[in-house]
């Protein structure tokens, strides 16, 4: 294994490339970022243990990274070790900053007895005033809830303090990171940083026995991150509350007067509608039951059907449709340009993501294959061609930047045209049996979340 003693070190080649990395992850690869109590991260220089909750592969060490540290420092991340089993990834995972804690599931037995020293050595980072971001879940969730915190996160802690007497003071900083959508390019992203803690309480406890005091820790932990996180932590009905929250997160900004298009009210919202539902669920269980045994038989239908809820009781006006149609229409050469000038890049990320199983890690494969060095290399290329025919750089940097801006068209034409055809759909069936259940599931449900809501 490679070593990581002076991991902690500066790097100034580390913090150029995270310069180029920063500009493409906060205003290309996402469309808005948010950061939200920034005041509570605690000054450079003071022990902290950043922990968050973990949905989006490498997309949500990237949010942590791009979005929180305006002070020059270079965190240590700690990540699963499997991913470190080939000796030129652990390299460039090395360079990253990044450390590996094994899991049993992981490798072999000595892989997991070396967590010991790697666990010793971000103390040490520790206790030197550095930073350590971890993920407590040990493993990324598939959609917004949260799962057991494993022992890791709390053994270096305890590390640390012991190392320096207990007298450190680590700070420990609960997050909670946020997207608009997972898996799209251009969506929008969030970090919620909440109130940095400390666990001296858990001291006494530790010396006596550290199981129970990781465990303390661990709680503590886990329900300051909690607190942050919309949490559908009702595994049977995920599907049904989720879509619920996406149904009714419009309509309840509206009626507070908030702007709908700001991911930080959505997220307000959905946790709001998130609680409601299980505050109903504990008050009332089988009307509960009812709300989601409808649900079931909804998104059922909307399957069916091929439809999205936003446009079931939709008015769907022919002259809004016409004007779409043309604008569409309008727009298409932009649309052409952008595709044929980027669908070498567009088929190349796409065969490097379509072969990767766990679909919360696509978006991670699209950052890294396509925007960070697909398209790059393309546009590098095609800037050679086009000055090498024209023998005009100005030329050539101007067919560059009109590649590269007709890309985004590319995207969001493509987001309209599926749009479009939902809208087209919904007029062909509305007349159907199966859309007239859908507009009467859809009025009683949303009846029913705007008394608990309203």
């Given at each position: 294994m490679i070593s990581f003693d002076d991991i902690d070190k500066y790097d100034w080649l580390y913090d150029c490339f995270m310069l180029y990395l920063c500009i493409v992850h906060n205003h290309i690869y996402y469309r808005n970022f948010y950061i939200l109590n920034q005041e509570n991260i605690p000054?450079?220089?003071?022990a902290t243990i950043v922990i968050a909750n973990h949905q989006n592969g490498l997309m949500d060490a990237m949010s942590?990274?791009?979005?929180m540290f305006k002070d020059g420092r270079q965190p240590v991340f700690i990540a699963r070790g499997d991913i470190f089993k080939k000796d030129r990834v652990a390299k460039i995972l090395r360079f990253l900053k990044?450390?590996?804690t094994f899991r049993t599931r992981d490798g072999n037995v000595n892989d997991v007895?070396?967590?010991?020293?790697?666990?010793n050595r971000a103390a040490k980072v520790l206790k030197k005033g550095g930073t350590i971001v971890i993920f407590p879940e040990a493993a990324h969730q598939h959609g917004h809830y949260m799962s057991t915190f494993k022992k890791g996160f709390a053994r270096i802690a305890f590390a640390a303090e012991e190392m320096a007497d207990y007298q450190l003071g680590v700070q420990v900083l609960p997050l909670n990171i946020h997207y608009s959508n997972y898996f799209t390019f251009q969506s929008d992203l969030m970090v919620t940083v909440g109130k940095p803690f400390t666990f001296e309480e858990f001291f006494d406890q530790y010396k006596e026995n550290h199981d129970k005091a990781y465990h303390s820790l661990l709680d503590k932990a886990r329900a300051r991150v909690k607190?942050?996180?919309?949490?559908?932590d009702i595994p049977e009905y995920y599907n049904e509350i989720e879509a619920l929250t996406q149904m009714m997160s419009e309509p309840l900004m509206r009626k507070r007067h908030l702007k709908a298009n700001y991911l930080p009210n959505q997220k307000d919202a959905a946790m709001t509608i998130i609680a409601n539902i299980k505050q109903y669920k504990e008050n009332n269980p089988e009307a509960f039951e009812s709300l989601m045994h409808q649900m079931r038989d909804y998104l059922s239908l909307l399957q069916k059907t091929n439809l999205n809820h936003w446009v079931i009781n939709r008015k769907l006006h022919v002259p809004a449709l016409v004007i779409r149609i043309l604008s569409l229409i309008m727009t298409l050469p932009l649309f052409l340009f952008g595709l044929a000038n980027n669908i070498v890049p567009r088929i190349i990320t796409k065969h490097f993501t379509d072969k990767v199983k766990d679909p919360m890690l696509h978006s991670s494969f699209q950052y890294v294959i396509g925007t960070?060095?697909?398209?790059?290399?393309?546009?590098?290329l095609l800037f050679t061609i086009a000055w090498i025919v024209s023998k005009h750089f100005w030329v050539a940097l101007i067919y560059i930047v009109l590649t590269f801006g007709t890309a985004f068209i590319v995207h969001?034409?493509?987001m309209q045209v599926k749009k479009l055809f939902t809208i087209v759909r919904a007029r062909y069936i509305r007349y159907s049996d199966e859309y007239k259940q859908l507009s009467i599931l859809n009025k009683d449900i949303v009846s029913t979340m705007e008394e608990l809501l309203f």
């Open positions: 000054p450079k220089g003071e942590i990274l791009h979005t990044i450390m590996p007895r070396s967590n010991v020293g790697l666990f607190e942050l996180t919309p949490d559908i960070l060095l697909a398209f790059p290399i393309w546009y590098l969001y034409y493509r």
